[in-house]
């Protein structure tokens, strides 16, 4: 366990000292994005004389260089005070608790069932090698289809055309919101199902070509067993570590599923928050999802150190 | 071998079919720029090969300039990509010490963080308070390569770097060293050499990355602005007609798909060759 103490010591940090350069690059970035709150406030009002608008921007600190209003915005998150989203009219963490909570159960059941179907197609091209080119050829096409444009064909079929399923958006109060997730996570997961699938095929032949098998299968164990119980442990580990490297992708995935299909969670939240100009939001919500990514990228380490102790010892 | 030039087939073909858009649309006759809105939605026919979208511009004509804009903005990010992340690969390895922590670390920080939202961030950036012109195709574009630049140079700096610190080791880069020749001259003479199919592979997926990730945000409506053609903001169009014209939002997408399936292809046929 003092492997995993020294990881999270030396990963803790290096996650805080990200946030702090990332907060202030796109301080920055926001910075050169058109239109602050009082160049809106005057497309709205046009009786508003320069002098006003003067006025408006020393009251709202407007007229401070970058670098200091950056400052006092730090100082306010430190101090617990996130303020108001301009484009919604609720305090910040009101608007992004209910949205993180929405994208999570997204992911995390795409995740789900991406790692079932790509290890079932990883572990058919590694016991049968017949079908190793189809699981090849499903692997790369399930890399190569673009989400957005999967989104909008799964909409035409199953929602145009079918009609089975909502074509998107949320589920009313009652409403079950089982339908609703469906066509979202599959639109995820299959992308996602090629990564596991390569390395599930990957991981398992080799695993299962190397004397502990052997000797398990000349002790009369039977092919499931073999499978499940003593290679798949094993190759487990980079499928961890791939989850690890994917927890970025998924949320990039979430932010064009959900812009597709109109869904409530983190992705459409901040691309709306952008493209509304609601800089506080957009901000908060960036630092969130990067936070949580970088969370869950540390607890897939983790996961792995504890399934493969000889990981910390290196 | 068979996959390296199957790869390479598809994506000569895009070239192509690309490169032939002016010749198509004289012979077609019509202008893929122009709105006709007598044509909104229409079949195909022998006029609009493919239909036309909601605008009545040609969507084949625009299927092929629109490859121009995907072709050359992946290409272009890339091979940008490429160069400078072999760049800072090598110079990590070569000098080691802070150096390399401090790039390393700035490529864990990159790789760690979702990369879409900064992008999108990064994309609804104001060209104009930098003193660039608003609107312009070719600012456009260059605008995408380079937020793709800044993301794409991580994956191939850590392989160039990997690559580069096993070559360093080799005994004939000692004996090199041992000969007298210059830094300057071992990197470039025996160690760049090395790192070329490794190089080769990270930048066909990074070509087949850079397409995605433009088409995903000319979809989003951060990218390519419209009236010029990108395969992902003609999606954006596709998607709001999905009852009037579904077949519209077929296309463009299946572009999509065959240019990255053509990089993929490419970039496992020569890692294959060079076991």
Redesign the interface.
């Known amino acids: 366990m003092a492997g995993a103490l020294n990881l999270l010591l030396w990963r803790l940090p ?1 996650i805080a000292l ?1 946030l702090v ?2 907060s202030l690059a ?1 301080w920055f ?6 239109g602050d709150p009082v160049s809106l406030a005057m497309i709205s009002d046009p009786r508003l004389t320069p002098a006003d608008i003067e006025r408006l921007r020393a009251l709202h600190g407007l007229d401070q260089p970058l670098i200091e209003r950056y400052l006092a915005w730090a100082g306010g998150l430190l101090r617990g005070e996130f303020g108001y989203s301009r484009l919604f009219a609720q305090p910040v963490w009101r608007v992004l608790w209910p949205a993180l909570l929405s994208t999570l159960a997204l992911v995390g059941s795409a995740v789900l069932l991406a790692a079932t179907l790509g290890v079932a197609l990883g572990a058919l091209a590694a016991l049968r090698p017949r079908a190793a080119p189809l699981v090849d050829a499903v692997a ?2 399930a ?4 989400a ?3 989104g ?2 799964l ?2 079929l199953f929602a ?2 079918l009609g089975w399923l909502p ?1 998107g958006g949320a589920p009313d109060a009652g409403q079950s919101a089982l339908p609703f997730l469906v066509l979202p996570v599959v639109t995820i997961a299959f992308g996602q199902m090629a990564a596991y699938a390569r390395h599930a095929a990957a991981a398992l032949s080799a695993e299962l070509s190397r004397p502990h098998i052997t000797s398990a299968r000349a002790r009369g164990a039977g092919e499931r067993r073999l499978i499940w119980r003593h290679a798949l442990p094993n190759a487990a580990v980079p499928l961890l570590t791939l989850l690890a ?1 994917d ?3 998924l ?2 995935g979430a ?2 599923t959900e ?2 299909f109109a869904r409530p969670g983190m ?1 459409k939240l ?2 709306d928050a ?2 509304g100009n609601d800089y506080n939001l ?1 901000l908060l ?2 630092l969130l ?2 936070l949580v ?2 969370l869950a ?1 540390l607890l897939a380490d983790l996961a792995q150190r504890w399934i493969d102790p000889r990981l910390g010892e290196r | 071998m068979t996959r390296l030039r199957l790869g390479l087939t598809l994506l000569a073909l895009m070239a192509l079919a690309a490169s032939v858009a002016p010749w198509a649309q004289q012979w077609l006759g019509t202008d893929p720029f122009a709105p006709d809105l007598f044509a909104r939605y229409a079949e195909p026919s022998a006029e609009h090969p493919l239909g036309a979208d909601e605008l009545g511009r040609d969507l084949l004509l625009r299927l092929l300039y629109g490859a121009r804009v995907s072709l050359g903005v992946g290409l272009a990010a890339a091979l940008a990509a490429s160069v400078l992340g072999t760049a800072l690969g090598v110079l990590a390895a070569w000098k080691g010490g802070w150096v390399d922590a401090v790039l390393m670390r700035l490529a864990d920080g990159l790789l760690a963080l979702p990369a879409l939202p900064i992008l999108v961030l990064l994309a609804a950036m104001d060209p104009a308070k930098l003193g660039l012109p608003r609107g312009d195709a070719m600012v456009d574009m260059l605008r995408i390569v380079v937020i793709l630049v800044v993301f794409g140079w991580v994956g191939v700096a850590r392989l160039a770097r990997a690559g580069a610190l096993s070559l360093l080791a080799t005994d004939y880069v000692r004996a090199a060293r041992a000969l007298g020749v210059t830094e300057a001259r071992l990197l470039w003479r025996h160690v760049l050499p090395g790192l070329a199919a490794p190089v080769a592979v990270a930048c066909a997926l990074a070509v087949a990355g850079a397409i995605l990730t433009e088409s995903v945000l000319s979809f989003l409506g951060l990218g390519i602005q419209p009236p010029t053609p990108s395969w992902g903001n003609m999606l954006a169009n596709a998607q709001e007609a999905v009852f009037a014209a579904p077949l519209a939002a077929l296309w463009p997408g299946l572009a999509i798909l065959i240019a990255i399936v053509g990089c993929a292809l490419v970039a496992d046929g020569v890692a294959r060759r060079g076991q």
Do not use: D, H, K
């Open positions: 290096q990200t350069l990332l796109a970035a926001i910075g050169l994005m058109p790369l096409l890399q190569a289809v673009p957005f444009w999967l909008i064909l909409i035409i145009v055309n074509a490297l927890a970025g992708s949320v990039s932010l064009v812009t597709v992705g901040l691309y952008v493209m957009a919500a960036l999802v990067a990514t970088m990228t």
